[in-house]
């Protein structure tokens, strides 16, 4: 078996359909594609073609809106954000911008900006992003140096149903879908991290990063 994406964990079968394999890490419960069932970068770019965000669908503008939304809530006016994977319409910016928050871009397929990796923010969006990701790891790793201390990741996925259910599961069917969050798993991410895991919704989990001691000290009290 492969090692888990996450943890490095050895995985477990989970699950077999006529296209690909499925295991299962025993110590996250990751659930993952094995590498030799990824799409290569055209293959994949081809595929994202494919979808139709456009900024003018409110279907679509709906749907962020389930992250958005309650994300907004929690932010300070001057708050600033990234859009990790924001998809060729960046709709989710574009959002937040009509609220008065600033949103930067990026994306590997068509927003290749490295510039705005090199910054920290007061929240990191990843909306239908995270299962897309080969590298769990490094990705998570990326993403906690890219927020500051107080901030908020906000991941909207679909999480992982039980083996039964998982048979039939439509959003495993997507080839360019590898990654499959429990969500044990990010409970285990959030231990990992020192991060506070908080639940918004069936498909959508805010991380909270701590202040540190110093700034914690320096706030005022209530």
């Known amino acids: 078996m492969s090692s888990c994406p996450l943890c490095h964990y050895e995985t477990v079968a989970f699950h077999q359909d006529k296209k690909r394999p499925y295991v299962r890490c025993p110590q996250c419960l990751l659930v993952s594609v094995p590498s030799a069932f990824y799409l290569d970068k055209i293959a994949e770019k081809a595929h994202y073609d494919c979808h139709n965000n456009d900024v003018a669908d409110a279907g679509y503008q709906h749907f962020l809106s389930r992250t958005l939304t309650p994300l907004l809530a929690q932010l300070t006016p001057n708050a600033k954000g990234l859009d990790f994977g924001c998809g060729e319409g960046a709709v989710l910016s574009k959002m937040a911008a009509k609220q008065g928050i600033s949103v930067a871009n990026y994306d590997l397929f068509y927003h290749?900006?490295?510039?705005?990796?090199?910054?920290q923010y007061d929240f990191v969006c990843l909306t239908e992003v995270i299962e897309h990701i080969a590298d769990a790891q490094s990705l998570v790793e990326q993403l906690s140096q890219l927020l500051l201390p107080g901030g908020i990741l906000a991941v909207m996925t679909k999480r992982v149903p039980c083996v039964d259910t998982f048979a039939n599961w439509s959003y495993?069917?997507?080839?360019?879908?590898?990654?499959?969050?429990?969500?044990?798993?990010?409970?285990?991410?959030?231990?990992?991290?020192?991060?506070?895991?908080?639940?918004?919704?069936?498909?959508?989990?805010?991380?909270?990063?701590?202040?540190?001691?110093?700034?914690?000290?320096?706030?005022?009290?209530?």
Not at 179 to 189: G, K, L, P, S
């Open 112 to 119: 290749l900006t490295p510039q705005v990796l090199t910054q």
């Open 172 to 222: 495993k069917i997507d080839p360019t879908h590898i990654n499959f969050y429990a969500i044990e798993t990010f409970e285990w991410i959030a231990l990992q991290q020192g991060w506070q895991l908080e639940v918004i919704d069936s498909d959508v989990v805010f991380f909270h990063v701590p202040f540190s001691s110093e700034q914690l000290s320096e706030s005022p009290s209530k």
